[in-house]
């Protein structure tokens, strides 16, 4: 089971980056897909979720307005489009996987975790 988050990298305040998360095996197709994300010293916060067809898509109030994922399933990706960036977006971004929609906000629900991808927003 691999869960490869990539795309991660520094940008301006304002700037937008592109998050992928290429899965490989389980089956993709029948698990939701989550982004959170870890700062030092913070725990782990939910970002964006996507369901298995791609039909539902929820996000924190951080993100709502500015974020977008998205899912290509003959890929096997998930896609995190992350615009209008701002400093306090700097963290280490993880993918997971979790078989049912009604936990897509709850980390402790997830069965498999990606190693993360840095994302640095400076000022």
């Known amino acids: 089971v691999q869960l490869q988050a990539s795309g991660g990298g520094l940008v301006q305040a304002g700037g937008s980056l592109r998050l992928s998360c290429a899965v490989s095996g389980f089956s993709f197709e029948n698990y939701a897909i989550g982004w959170f994300r870890q700062s030092p010293g913070n725990q782990r916060k939910f970002v964006a979720g996507?369901?298995?067809?791609?039909?539902?898509?929820t996000y924190a109030d951080s993100a709502e307005g500015r974020f977008a994922i998205s899912r290509d399933n003959a890929k096997n990706t998930v896609y995190l489009q992350m615009n209008s960036l701002k400093p306090e977006g700097t963290a280490l971004y993880y993918c997971?996987?979790?078989?049912?929609?009604?936990?897509?906000?709850?980390?402790?629900?997830?069965?498999?975790w990606g190693q993360g991808t840095e994302v640095t927003v400076s000022s």
């Open positions: 997971a996987a979790v078989h049912e929609w009604r936990w897509v906000k709850v980390s402790s629900k997830y069965k498999y």
């Open positions: 996507i369901s298995w067809s791609g039909a539902l898509a």
